[in-house]
């Protein structure tokens, strides 16, 4: 590889359909205001590099970055790319990751409204993340030991995984399909309306009206908090070790809690409610 160290590079598009660079301690910043410095580039590898300046990882095959830092100045800083390793750096642009393939994100702070969009093949590996909009209409997603903080995440994604992980959020899980989540803390309203193939394993769900018009749902060994009007109109199979506030029209299924504060049927509803429901206590 090409070694570049020590630059800074302020022009539009300055190193553009590069080829093989190891950039180690460069930044990408000026008075030029120079946009996409490594659009159409391929294996890359930047250590220690400061990026001030919007769209730099465009069009990428084959990034590895370590220990980078990227500004709010630096946004959508990664669009169409594929095969990138990001480990050890900040992210701080707003959009950051969007319709992108093999993306590997570990030991990283991210703060980026609307983060990971309409993309595919990501991980994520003890991350935090910031952002209002997270992961629209993205798929194939493996997550771990993920500390979140946002409001409407996960909405309209296909086939993830997340673990270990702590999601500060509202609106999650909106039209997700085939998602598992387990060992994490969910605190946020009105979670996973209109999901199909949603499953809790060992987590504990803090909300207020949670898990409603959800198909084939499913909570195993669960844990709930400030659960009221919970499983409205759903299909849904649950085991929850503690009480539910209340649970209100649930479709099909079965619903086993400890206790559960109100059990309401009324009789406008537009399914009928065929749920069985039992508490232990």
């Not at 969009?117 to 209409?137: G, I, N, P, Q, V």
Request: overall charge negative; aromatic content about 10%; hydrophobic content about 35%.
């Amino acid at each position: 590889m090409q070694p570049i160290c020590e630059k800074t590079f302020a022009q539009e598009r300055a190193l553009y359909a590069s080829r093989a660079l190891h950039l180690q301690r460069c930044r990408f910043e000026g008075e030029e205001d120079g946009e996409s410095a490594l659009k159409e580039s391929k294996d890359i590898l930047a250590q220690d590099c400061f990026f001030d300046l919007r769209y730099p990882l465009w069009h990428v095959r084959g990034a590895r970055l370590e220990n980078c830092e990227m500004t709010p100045g630096c946004r959508a800083a990664l669009w169409y790319d594929e095969d990138v390793i990001i480990t050890g750096c900040k992210m701080n642009g707003i959009k950051a990751v969007r319709e992108c393939r093999g993306v590997r994100i570990s030991g990283t702070h991210i703060s980026s409204p609307e983060f990971g969009w309409k993309s595919r093949d990501l991980t994520l590996k003890d991350c935090s993340l910031l952002s209002e909009y997270a992961f629209l209409e993205s798929r194939d997603i493996r997550i771990d030991g993920l500390h979140f903080d946002g409001k409407y995440s996960f909405q309209y994604v296909h086939d993830m995984t997340i673990s270990h992980s702590e999601l500060h959020t509202k609106d999650a899980f909106w039209h997700a399909r085939n998602v598992t989540v387990t060992d994490s803390l969910v605190d946020g309203e009105y979670l996973g309306w209109y999901s199909q193939g949603l499953t809790f394993v060992r987590c504990h769900i803090r909300g207020t009206q949670p898990l409603c018009y959800c198909k084939n749902l499913r909570l195993i060994d669960c844990t709930m908090e400030g659960a009221d009007l919970a499983f409205e109109y759903s299909d849904v199979q649950a085991d929850v070790h503690s009480s539910i506030v209340s649970v209100k029209n649930p479709h099909r299924g079965r619903i086993v809690a400890d206790s559960i504060g109100e059990i309401i049927k009324t009789p406008d509803s537009v399914y009928p409610v065929r749920a069985k429901i039992v508490t232990r206590g």
